[in-house]
């Protein structure tokens, strides 16, 4: 199996994205690849009149886009790879990380692994349906946080 040439991390930007974001940088810095950072803001559909279908979180939708950019960027900066390409996507999270993976043509996505408790286990997860609908491998990370002692 030859290095990965280009790794897509999709980040949620919880308070795991950290340690999942440096495993992926330093995944990357072995295989020497290029690291692209990705995150999805789902758009919530609540007024059909609505002018926009980004969540309503009191910014006009240019600047939302614009905060969640810069969010990306510190990101980037946090996990030493400053010199990662940054994508932000509107939509659902499963579909425009499947979508941004075939567009760049990685060969590696790295997603968190979220334990479910309770009702959430009913609901669809993200990293299975990436896992089975995704172009290439697809390394869905344990957060140091959830790691069993």
Known sequence: MSAYSHILLALDMSPDSLAVGKRAAALARRCGARLTLLHVTEYLLTDPAAESLLPDVGLPPAELLEAEQSRLRDMAQAIGFAE??????L???????????????????????H??????????HTEDAVLHGAPCDVLAVLPTTHRPV
Do not use: P, Y
């Not at 479910?116 to 009913?122: E, I, N, S």
């Open 91 to 113: 939509g659902s999270v499963k579909q425009q990380l499947i979508e941004t993976a075939r567009e760049l043509a990685a060969d590696l996505i790295v997603i968190g692994r």
């Open 115 to 124: 334990e479910r408790h309770g009702l959430a286990v009913l609901f669809g």
């Open 84 to 89: 990662a390409n940054c994508l932000i996507r």
